[in-house]
């Protein structure tokens, strides 16, 4: 009987509130504890002073409960005749029959409700909806199906909730593109209810089936774009942006588009770092030619990302990133020096600062773009920070700090402010000024930019983290470890290992020691030395498995072992130990995704 208390709950409370006395909340009391025999007396009372549905279960059930059969069998029987036209009450007296093993006599009474109810779209939901609170999920089904019949209304939203009440979301899913083929209107309310679905989906079940009934409604219907546009939406649900790229060229080919749709998906890839499919996205548009109004856009857009695969280290030779620097020159020769090409040059001085130690003609570019005449004030601080950078890269601390300052000072009241902020505290940091940069830092811990924030906090919970170490007052092994951070940020990747192997020795029980190893990682990584990056996580793993980074180097050591070493059961064992000893780690949703992948299971990634 929980089902009914459950469903019938909602309406109680408005008879609740018109019945509002002590008799109600002691009822109501006593139900949910389960002591029928003491809510009983006080439900019927209720019922008979009300005439309420609601408290006409709580009587009901009451009975039932209490073995009352009989008893309730006459209080059912008594309704029926009393409303004659509310055949919901079959339905109450059937489910009755059906608990007293009466198996026929419920079917008999589902199925004269059935036959007698007027066939309207009102009688029909609430038959419907009466056998769906009693999980008679079959008659409610038939109620609908003769029901469209009928009166020539298709109920599929209502069929489609019911399929998802039982889990049956391959029947789900085709109700929904039902509503889609016959009113393409519906497709953003469809997209709504099933993104719903899918995001609070904890066993990822239903995005596999619904690609499937989609993936089957365009086979045998492919002229249809609704069902490719639905799919196109379904693979950007998932961040499939690969699969949806190859939907959205059908789509764009059927309807002869001008590619918006597929510069709008590259932006989406890039914004979630696919940025291979953001270059084919934007590839795409510019084979097009000119005749694309995106066919510009889409060429700014490609150099974009191959900066961005410049700074994730997916391109770390000086010959490629001196090829892809001959394109942005060419292209800002091409359009020549206005406002639509200012990030370009943007990202084109931080390319030849931070990753070819052009430091000059970086800042060449920056002058160049600071005479531009309108240029907006956000975009100024831009170039201004850029030139900052460049200033700690050539060691000129003192001019980077006064530049960060007058950035701060003139942006006080939005991010790029405390952009500079961060930059000037963690410069501090850099040159060994511990304290002043952590007071800092905790400041920005309260900013309203979330990565800045993230940023600062991170930064000071590594200064703590050294403080507690007893041993060093003076934070000789902090500044040390600041000064292989500096050179990192530097790109002065074999200087850096040097510092860090002497920080190894001189201070081995240093609590920073996961961070060094984790450091080491990195500058192995961005350096391809993937044997070094792996024994650097495995120390961690194996020796430093306490502390703060532990599940951290488990990852990326998982990560390497996949996509690297190709040593697929190692991987799979590592991601199932994060699952297992690091189940708060935010790398745990992510671990238990590609465990489950390995393992063999079908799901979403």
């Not at 790109?491 to 060094?516: E, G, H, I, K």
Request: net charge negative; charged share 25%; with cysteine.
């Amino acid at each position: 009987m929980g089902v009914c208390f459950f469903i019938y709950l909602g309406f109680s409370k408005c008879a609740i509130a018109q019945v509002s006395d002590s008799d109600t909340q002691l009822a109501i009391q006593y139900y949910q504890n389960k002591e029928f025999d003491k809510a009983l007396p006080i439900m019927e009372k209720l019922f008979e002073s009300t005439k309420s549905r609601a408290y006409f279960i709580y009587y009901l059930n009451c009975l039932s409960e209490l073995n009352m059969l009989n008893e309730a069998e006459k209080l059912v029987k008594k309704q029926i005749k009393k409303e004659e036209n509310k055949f919901i009450y079959m339905v109450d007296l059937g489910y009755l029959y059906k608990n007293s093993g009466k198996n026929q006599e419920a079917m008999e009474q589902y199925n004269l409700a059935i036959s007698k109810m007027p066939w309207n779209n009102n009688a029909i939901n609430e038959l419907a909806s009466a056998f769906i609170s009693r999980s008679e999920f079959d008659y409610a089904e038939t109620v609908y199906m003769q029901g469209a019949l009928k009166t020539g209304f298709t109920f599929h939203f209502e069929l489609a909730n019911l399929y998802t009440i039982q889990r049956n979301y391959t029947k789900m899913s085709e109700e929904y593109l039902k509503i889609i083929d016959e009113d393409y209107s519906q497709m953003e309310n469809v997209k709504s209810r099933l993104y719903y679905f899918v995001q609070n989906d904890m066993n990822e079940n239903i995005a596999p089936i619904l690609q499937n009934v989609i993936l089957k409604k365009i086979q045998n219907n492919p002229k249809n774009t609704a069902y490719i546009e639905m799919l196109i939406w379904l693979y950007t649900q998932a961040k499939n942006f690969k699969g949806a790229l190859i939907q959205e060229k059908a789509l764009d080919k059927q309807m002869r588009s001008d590619g918006k749709r597929i510069y709008e998906l590259g932006n989406l890839a890039v914004l979630n770092e696919d940025i291979e499919t953001g270059i084919a996205c934007f590839q795409y548009i510019i084979e097009k030619g000119l005749e694309s109004p995106y066919f510009i856009s889409s060429r700014l857009g490609i150099l974009t990302c191959y900066y961005k695969d410049i700074k994730a280290g997916k391109v770390n030779s000086k010959e490629k990133i001196a090829e892809i620097v001959k394109i942005y020159e060419a292209t800002i020769a091409e359009f020549g020096r206005t406002q639509t090409i200012m990030g370009l040059m943007l990202e084109l001085a931080n390319i030849k600062a931070f990753y070819l130690g052009h430091y000059d003609e970086a800042i060449q570019i920056i002058e160049n773009a600071l005479i531009i005449p309108g240029m907006m004030p956000s975009l100024v601080s831009d170039f201004n920070i850029c030139l900052a950078d460049i200033y700690v890269l050539k060691n000129l601390y003192w001019e980077a700090i006064l530049l960060y300052a007058q950035i701060e000072n003139t942006n006080k009241e939005n991010p790029i402010g405390s952009e500079a902020k961060f930059r000037k505290a963690r410069l501090s940091y850099f040159m060994g000024d511990i304290d002043w940069a952590q007071s800092q830092l905790d400041i920005l811990k309260a900013s309203t930019s979330k990565l800045i924030a993230n940023d600062a906090m991170s930064l000071s919970v590594l200064i703590s983290e050294a403080k507690t170490d007893i041993l060093d007052s003076n934070y000789k092994a902090l500044k040390m470890y600041s000064r292989a951070d500096l050179l990192k940020y530097q790109q002065r990747d074999s200087f850096a290992l040097r510092v860090l192997d002497s920080f190894t020795t001189q201070y081995a029980y240093n609590p920073l020691m996961d961070d060094v190893y984790f450091m080491k990682y990195l500058l192995y990584f961005r350096n391809s030395n993937f044997l070094k990056a792996k024994e650097s996580l495995e120390h961690i793993s194996e020796k430093l498995s306490q502390e703060t980074l532990a599940d951290d180097a488990f990852f990326f050591l998982a990560e390497m072992n996949e996509n690297i070493f190709n040593d697929q059961e190692k991987a799979k064992e590592q991601y199932k130990f994060i699952l297992m000893n690091f189940p708060g780690s935010i790398y745990s949703i992510e671990a238990r995704k590609r465990f489950r992948k390995m393992r063999g299971e079908n799901i979403e990634q």
